[in-house]
């Protein structure tokens, strides 16, 4: 069974490879899972469990989530935010 805090790898999709904890568990056959992917609803199905358990409560935010990640040594990358170019000027005419 997996349970909240529970480090997983996903193993399907786009984000197959990634590493992420569970947040929520939403029935027996979904969970909420958040860290170097996006937060989001996931089958289990899709999901390779690990043996560790890390201390995140149910519903953590996504700062609670990296920070546990990181005690363990998985690195979570932030994306960059873009600078926003200026708008170019209409000529009248």
Request: charged content about 30%; hydrophobic content about 40%.
């Amino acid at each position: 069974m997996i349970d909240v805090g529970r480090l997983c790898v996903k193993t399907a999709g786009k984000d197959a490879g990634k590493s992420c904890v569970v947040v929520e568990v939403v029935d027996d056959n979904f969970v909420v899972v958040d860290g170097q992917l996006k937060r989001k609803r996931c089958n289990v199905d899709h999901l390779e469990p690990s043996h560790h358990q890390l201390p995140v409560a149910a519903g953590s935010s996504h700062e609670e989530v990296v920070d546990a990640l990181g005690a363990v040594g998985i690195d979570v990358a932030v994306p960059e935010k873009r600078a926003k170019r200026p708008k170019a000027e209409k000529s009248k005419g």
